[in-house]
């Protein structure tokens, strides 16, 4: 409970999660915003995953979804090599 208002564990346990975050705001023409949300769409992901992960990308870090999908790839490799045994 938040401020004597009821909030469900879910979304409480996300805001805390998210406390690491930190926020960036930046000033962009409207016409390249408008490209940019016509590729977000096209893409299926939020301006917020596609801008970071461009961050990240350009910083030489793998994004979030990179990592995780490599975690998994080396996960079922273990597994092929432990049962080929």
């Not at 975050?21 to 705001?25: G, T, V, Y």
């Not at 999908?69 to 080396?74: A, E, F, G, P």
């Given at each position: 409970?938040?401020?004597?208002?009821?909030?469900?564990?879910?979304?409480?346990t996300?805001?805390?999660?998210?406390?690491k975050?930190?926020?960036?705001?930046i000033?962009?023409d409207?016409?390249?915003?408008?490209?940019?949300?016509?590729k977000?769409?096209?893409?299926?992901?939020?301006?917020?995953?596609?801008v970071?992960?461009?961050?990240s990308?350009?910083?030489g870090?793998?994004?979030?979804?990179?990592?995780s999908?490599?975690?998994?790839?080396?996960k079922?490799?273990?597994?092929?090599?432990?049962m080929?045994?």
């Open positions: 409970m938040y401020f004597g208002i009821f909030i469900p564990r879910y979304i409480a996300t805001f805390e999660m998210s406390k975050e930190k926020q960036l705001h000033r962009i409207e016409q390249l915003y408008k490209k940019l949300k016509v977000c769409v096209y893409k299926d992901t939020s301006i917020q995953e596609y970071a992960n461009l961050i990308e350009g910083l870090e793998y994004s979030a979804n990179e990592l999908k490599k975690r998994t790839i080396r079922r490799a273990s597994k092929r090599s432990g080929e045994e």
